[in-house]
Structure formats: structure tokens, C-alpha cells
């Protein structure tokens, strides 16, 4: 009865919106040339909004399976003009000359009706646990269970949520705060859930932690973006065909498909970790054999209309909202403070409402279908916080709708055929500073090529163009269109000149020096041969932290400001430039070194020990990628029942062992995964010196 009475309910307030816009639209009506009675016009109200959500729930699933090919920000649009479409056809079925409405009014009155009716049902629903359910269900795509069905499992699942980029302090104190920013997560702490840190390798952005928790081994992944001087290419975690690479050499490597092999879902990520089920995932975009269930999960979101507008105007209100806090912060005259105009509010929509919504509607699927393991990545505040400040009001707003969507996802295991447990982490997390180029007036690379003699602008005697901000968002939302990679090649990524020129790169405040015609890695000595310049002038830079060159008699060498630091021997002359960068930091740059595809140059921005800031070589308020302040520490929130080591969690190649240990045995230890058996081989000496 409940069921029938809020249907019934739906049903009027649909109807009396029609019939308003009835009155107030001019070029909309409900009556017959003649004019009708006011009971007429309400009959033929009824009559059009009943035929309109009729079509609406039998119809629209049929459209979008068919229309799962249209790039996703396409589909966003199209939803518009379908549902005015349906309410053409729904107009049609009402008595003979009762309503005409042009095509553009059918769509404004189609999104006005379904927005009405999501927002009645929403209200009449929030204390109905059981039409809470259906509503989850439905929205998941979940189907009815058939004879011969396997048995539903009663161990439990689990299900790995990442908020990108949130740093472990910045979350201890979201969920200390009075009162707390997460107020869902807050509930969790110290009761069912502990809450401990862990330290990145020195490649701390998603590519490297994301890859190593998924597949067991980021080996080979020296920073974000990386040039390798055998195809002239430039690698980029984040690009379809970069992560398809990286994922291939890493199952190469460890000799196991990955985390989620058995029985897994990937939503959001940029690797499957061997998930037959993925959906939003980089690895698997480009490739057109798998182009459908890539984008999966945007059919079991957008197969609901009113899910589509909800969507639909949060993203206006996204763009709102960061027009409206850019433009405060420049009142403010915040510092640091970074461009943020042209496409860069779209940009922020799409990640932070989008890709949130469709990645949490594909999680609950998979709880409501039972699968083992879910992973997902909620990029949201890494996106604002690189643009704001990883402290910024902007940044704590982001915290609190991330708490709305952990808790949907809570509350949706209520209605799973199975219990889940749910395992909250973060990637890495953000420093906070000055640009290097605001700071100091000039680029990384206009320093470098001032160091080898070179016109500090290039060939073209111009100023380099800064990165654009948004560069993640920019490419998933380029991903999600369909449209072809850039900056493959070196000249391609703002590395123009000739083969002799250096190419510089830059990772949040890590930066890569390649020279394309040494062949191999540059030697400390080949490098002062041909530049005796460049290395004392990165060296003197108050911005440059230290620098990591490979010498053919001393092995590593890190160079800095008074002093080195050789990392074969541990010898430290004159001031060690790695102690600004606390414990560890000696052992991450010696394992990086051994990357067969680390740069000639390493250089990493100078740290304030005190402030924990860094200079960012890229145009970000808020950066990750290399050594220094918080970026390093990111968090992990783990059900009380689940043991952790009792040494430290250091490196994300420590985070798969330990949740391969939960998923295969939950009472016992964690160790690495057995099956892995070249991962146990070539991992073995790199893990005792890393540790």
C-alpha cells in the first residue's frame, strides 16, 4: 500500500506540474481549441503525465542501451531532448486536440516534470527503507534471481573506496573537527574502523600507489609523466594508452592478473586489477574490443531519467559554485592562487558530480550483485584541492559531499545479499605552496636550459605556456568524449627544439631532465662535460630541493644546496640535502634510481621542514608527486576485525600485500599473494632495502 501510495503521489504532483506550465507557458496547452472545464484540463493533465512515466520507465532503459556508444558527456545532453521526445509521444496519447506544445517547450517541460517527480519521490521515500532499497536496486540494474542461479555467498565482500589525494592529517582533522566535516566517516572512527597512515614511494601520485595496490608492482613508474628515450614517447599515467602499458608490464612482471581477479569490480580507476568488471577505467578506454563495458556504468546510472537531471543540475551547480569560489578567492587575494577560468568549471563539474555519481551508482550495483571486491576511485578533492589548497573552504566543502556518498554506499550494504566491509584510503595526499614559477619568477625549464646555455624560451623566443589546470579532469572528460590523446611525443609536451635540447617534465614538485641523444641514462660526468653549468645552477636554486644524477664511479649521487649524499655507500658530504625530506626519503630516491626509465635528472622542489610546502613545477596550489610535506602521507581507515602488520606500511606495494591477505584470509596475517610468484622473486631485494 505504501508502494501504491506514493506512485499515486508522484502521480498528481506530476500532473499539477503540467498543469502549471500549462497555464504559464504560452506556447504549451492542455484544452481543446473550444476550451475545456478546469476538470477536462486536470483529466487531460493526469491523462499526459501517467502516459509520460509510463514511457518513461519502459522506454528510456531501451533508448540508452541502444545510445551506450555516444560519448558520456553527449548522453548527459541528449537525456534533455529524449525525455522531450517521450513527452511529445505522451502528449500524443492524450484525447484529440487537447494538447499541442512546440518540440523546445517538450524539453524544458520534460525536465521540469522529472525533476518534480525525482524530488517527490526522494521525500516520500527517505523513511521507507524498503522503497529505499527498490530505488537501489533499480538504479544498480539488479535482476530477479532464476532457478539454477549459483547460492549467494555469505562471506563478506569488500568493498575499497579512494578518495584521491586526501592526505592522513587532512582527514583526522575533518573527522576530529567540532563539528566534524565527515560526520558519516566520523561515526566509524575508533568505533568499527581504526585510523593509521602510510608513506608513499617517492612517485606519490595515483599512477604509481594506484598501480601498485591493484597489480602488486608500480616497478618503472619514476613519476606521473616520464620520457623514454627508446620510442621518443612521453608516458602519462593518466592516458589510455600510457595505462594500458603500465598495466600490461606490471601483470608482466608479478605474473598474476591483479587484486580484483576473482570475482572484483573497477569503477573509477585508471587499472582494472584484473577485474572482469570495469566500468569509467583508463586501462581498458582505448581499446575497442572493451569500449562498452568501459562505460558500463553509465548505463546503470543513466538508464534512470531522473537520475540524468539530478546529475544534470548538480553539474550547473558545480559550475556555479566554482565560478562563485574562484571569484572569492581573488578577492581574498589568497595565496598561492592559480588561474582558473575558461573550461577549467567544467572540467571540475565533470569529476568532482559525474564521474562521483556514476562511480558510487556502480558500486552499489556491485554490492547488490554480491561481487567479492569492489575498487573505486572518488577523484573529487584531489581535482579541487589542486586548484584551491588541500586546506582550502573549497576543499572541506568537497570532504563533506564525499561523506554523503560514503554514506549511500553504506547504506546500500543493508540490501546486499552479502556483508560488506568497507576499507576507506587514500592514494597520497597534497603539499601545499607557492608555485616555483610564482615564487621565483621563472620555470623548471626555463632554469634548465638557462644551465646548458640555451634561450631560456626555446626556438621560438617565447615564454613556455603554463600547464592548464585541470589536466586530470581534462583528460577523463577527453576520454569520456572520445577524442584522440596528445603530447604522446616529446614535442608534442612543450619539449620543442631540437634532439640535443633537453626535455623537461614536470610532476607536481618532481621534475625530469631527459636528454633524447645520450642514449641510455646520462652519467654525472658526460652531463658536466657537456653543461659544467647546469648542475651547480640547479643545484644554488633556493626552489630545488636536491637533485638525483647517476655518476659511472659513485653510483647514485644526490646533489644539493652544501653538500651530497651517495646513495650506494650512504657517505654524506658537507649538509645531507635529503634531511629536509624526514626518514626514508634516502631509501624511495635509491629504489627509484634503479627504474630502468628514470630520468638523466630527477630534481625535487626545496621542502619548508616547519609549513610542510613545496614548490610545484606544475600550475597548482595544491600538488603531489614527489617528496615533501603531507603529499608523502596519505591514510588508511580499516574495519576494526581486519589485522594490520606490525611493521610500518611503507610503499603501495605494501598496501596490496596486506589487502590480498584480507580478501583471501581475513584471520590470519597478511602476506604477499602466492601466486605471484615472480613478483616474490624480483620484488625480494628491492622490499629489504625500500623498508
Not at 562563485?324 to 571540475?348: F, H, Q, V
Request: charge should be positive; proline fraction near 7%; hydrophobic fraction near 40%.
Amino acid at each position: 500500500m505504501r508502494t501504491v501510495g506514493r506512485v499515486l503521489a508522484v502521480w498528481v504532483v506530476a500532473s499539477a506540474t503540467l498543469a502549471v506550465l500549462a497555464a504559464v507557458l504560452p506556447d504549451f496547452t492542455l484544452e481543446a481549441p473550444g476550451g475545456d472545464s478546469p476538470t477536462q484540463v486536470a483529466v487531460t493533465a493526469g491523462l499526459g503525465a501517467g502516459a509520460f512515466g509510463v514511457l518513461s520507465a519502459l522506454v528510456w532503459p531501451l533508448l540508452v542501451r541502444a545510445l551506450l556508444l555516444v560519448p558520456a558527456l553527449v548522453l548527459g545532453a541528449l537525456v534533455f531532448f529524449l525525455n522531450g521526445s517521450l513527452l511529445l509521444v505522451a502528449l500524443s496519447l492524450t484525447p484529440h486536440g487537447r494538447s499541442e506544445v512546440t518540440p523546445a517547450t517538450a524539453v524544458v517541460i520534460a525536465a521540469v516534470m522529472s525533476a518534480a517527480s525525482s524530488a517527490t519521490s526522494t521525500a516520500l521515500a527517505v523513511r521507507d527503507d524498503a522503497a529505499y532499497g527498490r530505488r537501489l536496486a533499480r538504479l544498480a540494474g539488479r535482476r530477479r534471481r532464476h532457478v539454477g542461479d549459483p547460492p549467494l555467498p555469505t562471506t563478506p565482500g569488500t568493498v575499497f573506496l579512494q578518495l584521491d589525494g586526501v592526505g592522513h592529517d587532512v582527514l583526522r582533522d575533518a573527522l576530529t573537527a567540532r563539528p566534524p566535516a565527515m560526520p558519516t566517516v566520523a561515526s566509524w572512527l575508533d568505533r568499527t574502523h581504526h585510523l593509521v597512515g602510510w608513506r608513499t614511494d617517492w612517485s606519490s601520485q595515483t599512477g604509481a600507489s594506484q598501480l601498485a595496490i591493484l597489480h602488486g608492482s608500480n616497478h618503472d613508474v619514476p613519476a606521473f609523466r616520464w620520457y623514454e628515450k627508446e620510442t621518443g614517447q612521453v608516458m602519462v599515467c593518466n592516458r589510455p594508452s600510457s595505462a594500458a602499458e603500465l598495466e600490461r608490464r606490471a601483470v608482466r612482471r608479478t605474473g598474476c592478473g591483479g587484486l580484483l581477479a576473482d570475482d572484483g569490480a573497477s569503477r573509477g580507476n585508471l587499472f582494472t586489477g584484473g577485474a572482469e568488471q570495469s566500468a569509467l577505467v583508463m586501462s581498458v578506454a582505448a581499446q575497442r574490443a572493451k569500449f562498452t563495458r568501459s562505460r558500463s556504468g553509465y548505463f546503470a546510472y543513466f538508464s534512470d531519467p531522473a537520475n540524468a537531471v539530478r546529475t544534470a543540475w548538480s553539474f550547473a551547480a558545480e559550475v556555479g559554485r566554482e565560478i562563485g569560489e574562484s571569484t572569492a578567492a581573488r578577492l581574498r587575494r589568497d595565496r598561492p592562487r592559480i588561474k582558473r577560468g575558461g573550461l577549467y568549471p567544467l572540467l571540475r563539474a565533470f569529476a568532482t558530480v559525474v564521474e562521483r555519481d556514476v562511480a558510487v551508482a556502480a558500486v552499489v550495483g556491485d554490492m547488490l550483485a554480491g561481487r567479492t571486491a569492489v575498487y573505486a576511485d572518488l577523484v573529487a578533492y584531489d581535482e579541487v584541492a589542486h586548484h584551491s589548497g588541500p586546506r582550502s573552504r573549497d576543499a572541506r566543502k568537497v570532504l563533506a559531499r564525499l561523506d554523503r556518498s560514503v554514506r549511500l554506499i553504506a547504506d546500500s550494504a543493508r540490501y546486499a545479499p552479502r556483508p560488506y566491509r568497507i576499507v576507506l584510503l587514500s592514494d597520497h595526499g597534497q603539499s601545499a605552496g607557492e608555485t616555483f614559477e610564482g615564487a621565483y619568477g621563472t620555470g623548471l625549464r626555463e632554469l634548465v636550459r638557462t644551465g646548458c646555455g640555451l634561450p631560456a624560451h626555446g626556438r621560438s623566443g617565447r615564454r613556455t605556456e603554463r600547464r592548464r589546470g585541470g589536466a586530470e579532469a581534462r583528460t577523463a572528460a577527453r576520454t569520456a568524449l572520445r577524442r584522440p590523446e596528445r603530447g604522446r611525443r616529446a614535442e608534442e609536451a612543450e619539449c620543442e627544439g631540437p634532439p640535443s635540447d633537453p626535455v623537461v617534465l614536470a610532476s607536481g614538485n618532481l621534475g625530469l631532465v631527459a636528454f633524447p641523444d645520450i642514449a641510455g641514462r646520462a652519467t654525472l660526468e658526460e652531463l658536466e662535460r657537456r653543461c659544467p653549468d647546469l648542475l651547480p645552477t640547479l643545484t644554488a636554486h633556493p626552489g630545488i630541493g636536491f637533485v638525483l644524477v647517476r655518476s659511472a664511479v659513485r653510483g647514485p649521487v644526490v646533489l644539493g644546496r652544501g653538500g651530497a649524499h651517495d646513495l650506494a655507500t650512504g657517505r654524506v658530504t658537507g649538509a645531507d640535502p635529503l634531511a629536509p625530506f624526514g626518514p626514508g626519503a634516502a631509501a624511495a630516491v635509491l629504489r627509484t634510481d634503479g627504474f630502468p626509465h628514470t630520468a638523466d635528472l630527477m630534481v625535487n622542489s626545496a621542502c619548508d621542514q616547519a609549513a610542510g610546502t613545496v614548490h610545484a613545477f606544475e600550475e597548482q596550489a595544491g600538488s603531489h608527486g614527489g617528496l615533501g610535506g603531507p603529499q608523502t602521507h596519505p591514510f588508511l581507515l580499516h574495519p576494526v576485525e581486519l589485522p594490520l602488520p606490525t611493521a610500518p606500511l611503507v610503499g603501495a606495494q605494501a598496501l596490496h600485500q596486506l589487502f590480498h591477505g584480507w580478501l583471501t584470509a581475513p584471520d590470519r596475517p597478511s602476506g604477499p599473494d602466492p601466486r605471484c610468484d615472480r613478483q616474490l622473486m624480483v620484488d625480494d631485494e628491492e622490499a629489504s632495502t625500500y623498508s
